[in-house]
């Protein structure tokens, strides 16, 4: 029930921070824009004055509150069903299956160690 700041770093928070501000729960803050203390202190002047954030995050706490199933119990249903049925092999990844080969293009890795190389001579040669 806390609305967020959030400050992205690396990786899916760019992301996470989108849905953050696109859904309403928080104020989304570039991290290049944290030369300074105004841009933080901004968004959390915004927050204290605006109530829509908390708002919505007190909708989002009762909403996770009182979703249908808790998470323990789907984790349980799932595991059952993998007791019965067995793992899902229609869902299995071909990417599991490549040889060393295949997995790393050691063609492509070999043309361009290739060309480095004949530059590299060129270059001694000249």
Do not use: C, W
């Not at 299995?92 to 299956?97: E, I, K, Q, V």
């Not at 080969?101 to 160690?113: E, K, R, T």
Request: charged content about 20%; glycine content about 6%; hydrophobic content about 45%.
């Amino acid at each position: 029930g806390i609305p967020l700041v959030a400050v992205p770093v690396a990786y899916d928070q760019l992301r996470n921070g989108q849905q953050v501000k696109r859904n309403g729960h928080g104020i989304l803050v570039d991290k290049t824009e944290l030369i300074t203390a105004e841009p933080l202190r901004n968004a959390v002047i915004e927050m204290l004055n605006n109530g829509k954030y908390r708002e919505r995050a007190l909708q989002i706490k009762k909403m996770t509150e009182e979703r249908p199933f808790e998470m323990k119990e789907i984790f349980v249903r799932h595991m059952e069903f993998l007791a019965v049925h067995g793992p899902l092999r229609q869902l299995d990844h071909y990417g599991r299956h490549l040889n060393f080969f295949q997995y790393y293009p050691i063609d492509v890795i070999a043309a361009v160690i290739s060309v480095i190389l004949l530059v590299v001579a060129i270059a001694v040669f000249i």
